[in-house]
Every structure is written in C-alpha cells, then in structure tokens.
C-alpha cells in the first residue's frame, strides 16, 4: 500500500524536496509548510489546525535533515512583528503535528532522510557492545544534527546498560538520502509501520519544550 507523505524541509534543502517529488510523484506529497503563526495557547487546536489544513491526508512525515535541520540554529529578528523568532519555529511544530494522536489525525509515521552533507556529521563507525556482543552503528542523532522532536523520539527504549536501541526501540526511523531514493517506499512502510508497533505507545512530544520567539 502506497502511503502519502508530507515533507518538513529548509528552504536551502529544496533542490532534494524536489528530487523526492519527482520521485515519488506529486499526487502522494500531499499539504504545505507551514508557512504563518498560529496565535494561540491551546497546543491541542495548534496541532489540529496544523494537521487539517496543512498537513491533511498524510501519514507519513519527511523529515530532511541537512545542515540547517538542528536545534540549535538560533533565533532571527522580524521588523514586522519587532521580535526573535526561532529559525525552527515551523519545522517543531510539524513534528509535533506528525506525533500528534487526537480525533480525527491519527499519528504519523516519521522518516528522517539524512541529506548528503551531513553523511559524516551523522554515521560514524561501529562498535562492539560488551553488554550484547552485538555491533552496533554509530548514529549522531542530538541537538547539533536535528530538532528534540526527532532525537527524543528516535532512542525511546534502550535495551542494555549502554544505552544503545535496537530496532524494536525506536519510533523514528533514518536512512541516508541515497538509499532511500532508490527504494523510497522500502522505508516510508518501515516509517508507517511504527505507528502500528508497541513503541508507539512510547511516543512524546508536548513535553518538549522551545523558546519559539522572544
């Protein structure tokens, strides 16, 4: 079964959004970014506005990490609205519109596509784990790669002292940019079938809290 994405970029990642359009077909991106502020402090009609007008007919979230996809890009000012705005404003509050899970929006996978350039900021080498004797991949996911939303969300349920998740202990899921152009509905059913599996249960996200303007 085919399964319509919806994706969260920055606008300096446009040229690979437009590569997955192609790819995919323009009929299964369905939505928009979001592109105003929602004035309001009821987080639960925020996300419902979020996911009815922007996001609707999705179950899939895109998520494009490149360089400027971190929790720390800072803050940026607005002669307009004579204010800092969080360059992230948008980005969060799509990922929090992906997990949320409320009447009628039914929560969404999460994909996370590692662009090219930031390959070697990601992927590290392997280890042995002394606990399980297993190997396991290095994966820098932290502030300095990608939104809280996404790290918090991707190491859920550690399955030995050191700390590291195996499969069945995450919500999110990754893949570099290349592998996923190849067989991108391999990976947006791995995405999709998250949202059916027990970690679903595990899922966060209104307890993660930003400064979205100052």
Known sequence: MSHNCFI???KEDEYYKKEILEKLGADRIKGRSL?????????????????????????VTLF?????SSENEGFEYSSEDNCYYNKQNFIIRELKATFYDGKGNRRSGLLGIVLPDMYDAIYGGSYICSHCGEKINTVRINSQTVIREFSENYYLSPNCESGHCDESGRFCVLVKYDDFIK?????IDKAFDKTNAEI?????????NHTYKK
């Open 183 to 187: 067989n991108p509905d391999k990976y």
């Open 35 to 59: 592109d105003k502020w929602i004035e309001s402090e009821d987080i639960d009609y925020i996300m419902q506005v979020i996911r009815s007008q922007y996001m609707k007919n999705t179950s």
């Open 200 to 208: 679903n249960k595990k899922v966060h996200w209104k307890d993660i």
């Open 8 to 10: 969260s970029f920055k």
């Open 64 to 68: 494009l990490i490149g360089k400027h």
